[in-house]
């Protein structure tokens, strides 16, 4: 056999056997560098956008899986865990179920599941000026306004009796417009203290009402004196209250009074005579005399 042949033969088996030596060695490390298989898990997620105030029924959810080192904190994995529960807060499509975003089984609809523990929801029948021209809409903070006439007040007083509420609902609209337009409602719900919700009440009945809007940014609150009708025409504030006084009664003078006058009248007397005949005497009237006062 030809040496040359036995040459060429013998490098091409050598560096077929480098060949696969790398290329086992590459094969290994990428099958050592592959990542084991991630063990999953079930999560409950919303199959349609869920709106607040509503419950959670067993058409309206999915199933999905996920690692279980992504598994959400408060994430559901039962269907039986979620559905008949109260939406507090709006979940969107695919998004998973949490529990911070459902109320108790059984704690109501509507409304009342929103409402946090010590809290009171308080409505407002109100019309577009008091509405902000219908801007006033869920999730917004507003302040309350009162204009009235206090007891034993002379004018009319504009104060501020709350500020930074929470606008809980719109009629029946209890999440804002998702176009951001107005809506025309005749009552607004207001998210108050059981005391601010005395305020209110007795505000609505003693006074008329004005919505603020304010900036959601915006948690400062400020004191403010009030407004007197009075300012309104360059008068100044008269804000103590003005107690009307009596005009004091007038002293009785003793006055001696005069007897009356009786007019003088003259005095007469008959002039007399008398005149004998014989045994006969008579007395006969010859005139009348004047006396004058004094006269003896």
């Known amino acids: 056999m030809d040496r040359r042949f036995l040459t060429v033969l013998a490098m091409s088996i050598v560096l077929a056997l480098v060949v696969s030596a790398v290329f086992y060695q590459m094969s290994a490390g990428a099958a050592r560098s592959r990542p084991k298989q991630a063990e999953l898990r079930d999560l409950i997620a919303a199959a349609q956008p ?4 509503s419950t959670v029924k067993r058409a309206e959810l999915k199933v999905i899986r996920v ?52 809290m009171r929801a308080v409505s407002l029948r109100v019309n577009d000026v008091v509405g902000v021209a219908g801007f006033v809409l869920p999730g917004m903070r507003v302040d309350v306004l009162v204009t009235g006439r206090p007891p034993e007040y002379k004018g009319t007083i504009t104060t501020t009796v709350l500020q930074n509420i929470l606008v809980l609902s719109a009629g029946q609209t ?21 005391a601010q919700a005395e305020t209110l009440t007795l ?4 006074g ?14 400020q004191t403010t004196p009030g407004r007197d009708i009075t300012e309104l025409y360059g008068a100044r504030s008269n804000i103590k209250p003005v107690v ?4 004091p009664v007038p002293k009785l003078q003793t006055v001696s009074l005069a007897p009356p006058l009786t007019p003088s009248l003259p005095l007469t007397v008959n002039e007399e005579i008398i005149v004998i005949r014989g045994n006969l005497k008579t007395v006969e009237v010859v005139g009348v005399k004047k006396l004058t006062e004094g006269t003896n």
């Open 203 to 206: 505000a609505g009945n003693e």
């Open 50 to 53: 869920l709106p607040v105030g």
């Open 244 to 247: 009307e006084k009596k005009p």
């Open 67 to 118: 690692p279980v080192d992504l598994f959400p904190r408060g994430g559901f994995s039962k269907v039986e865990e979620v559905i008949d529960r109260p939406i507090v807060s709006n979940i969107l499509l695919d998004e998973p179920i949490l529990e911070g975003r459902l109320a108790a089984r059984g704690s109501g609809l509507g409304l009342a599941p929103i409402i946090p523990s010590g």
């Open 208 to 221: 008329r009402i004005q919505l603020v809007l304010r900036n959601g940014n915006d948690q400062l609150t």
């Open 174 to 194: 209890l999440q804002p417009e998702s176009r951001g337009q107005a809506i025309n409602t005749p009552v607004v719900t207001l998210l108050v203290t059981p």
